[in-house]
């Protein structure tokens, strides 16, 4: 029993010092505030790439899905990511 709660504490404490690098990243301040930061992360992409208020960027490539959900454009052909979920109905209807 003494086994079981020491297991627990120690994997409690191992959680409870995680910490993830998380924030809110505004797209239109990007270039502004953490841009460097997310470079060193590995980003590939320049700031004008990922948004552009007046050319084709990385924010035209995100579709809504009936309000609910949101899907991705990630090649010339159509190819679209997306959860299951958002379009099952969708490839129901088109599959035989």
């Not at 490539?61 to 979920?85: K, Q």
């Given at each position: 029993?003494?086994?079981?709660?020491?297991?627990?504490?120690?994997?409690?404490?191992?959680?409870?010092?995680?910490?993830?690098?998380?924030?809110?990243?505004?797209?239109?301040?990007?270039?502004?505030?953490?841009?460097?930061?997310?470079?060193?992360?590995?980003?590939?992409l320049?700031?004008?790439?990922?948004?552009?208020?007046?050319n084709?960027?990385?924010?035209?490539?995100?579709?809504?899905?009936?309000?609910?959900?949101?899907?991705?454009?990630?090649?010339?052909?159509?190819?679209?990511?997306?959860?299951?979920?958002?379009?099952?109905?969708?490839?129901?209807?088109?599959?035989?």
């Amino acid at each position: 029993m003494i086994r079981k709660i020491l297991c627990f504490a120690f994997a409690a404490c191992i959680v409870f010092n995680a910490k993830a690098d998380e924030g809110m990243w505004l797209l239109m301040k990007l270039k502004k505030t953490n841009y460097e930061k997310i470079q060193k992360m590995g980003l590939n992409l320049t700031a004008e790439e990922i948004y552009s208020v007046n050319n084709s960027s990385l924010k035209d490539a995100v579709v809504s899905l009936g309000g609910f959900c949101t899907g991705e454009i990630i090649s010339p052909n159509g190819l679209m990511l997306t959860n299951h979920h958002c379009a099952f109905d969708a490839i129901q209807t088109h599959s035989s």
